[in-house]
C-alpha cells in the first residue's frame, strides 16, 4: 500500500508518502528546486536516479543505509513529472519540498 498527500502552501509544495516503490513521482517546471530527506531499509544512493520529462537530472545524492538526504537541486528537465528512481523496489518513507523558480522582475517582452 503506498500512501502520498500533497500540501500546498505559499507557492511551495510539500510531497509526502510511504511504501514500497520503484519511484517515488512529484510534479514540477523548469527551473523549480526540490529538497527532502527519504528513510528507509537498504537505500543505495548508487542506485537511485533524479529524472524528469526530458531526461536524467545531474544530482548525486548523500547519504546511505536508513537515511538518504536530498540537497537543494534545481530542476532542469522540462515541466511535468519528475521521479527520484530506484534500481529495485525499497520500502520507503519521504518528504520532498519543491519550490517553484524565482519570479523574473521586469518587462515582458512583445
Not at 505559499?10 to 523548469?30: L, P, Q
Not at 528537465?77 to 519528475?82: A, I, Q, V
Request: glycine content about 12%; hydrophobic content about 40%.
Amino acid at each position: 500500500m503506498v500512501k502520498v498527500k500533497t500540501k500546498q502552501a505559499k507557492e511551495n509544495k510539500t510531497v509526502r508518502g510511504e511504501g514500497t516503490v520503484a519511484a517515488i513521482s512529484f510534479e514540477a517546471v523548469d527551473g523549480a528546486t526540490v529538497k527532502g530527506v527519504l528513510k528507509g531499509d537498504g537505500l543505495e544512493t548508487w542506485a537511485m536516479l533524479l529524472v524528469g520529462p526530458e531526461g536524467t537530472n545531474p544530482y548525486e545524492f548523500a547519504g546511505s543505509g536508513r537515511k538518504v538526504k536530498v540537497a537543494p537541486v534545481v530542476l532542469q528537465r522540462g515541466m511535468g513529472t519528475y521521479e527520484i528512481r530506484f534500481d529495485a523496489p525499497v520500502t520507503v518513507a519521504w518528504k520532498l519540498k519543491v519550490k517553484p523558480p524565482p519570479k523574473t522582475k521586469g518587462a515582458v517582452p512583445k
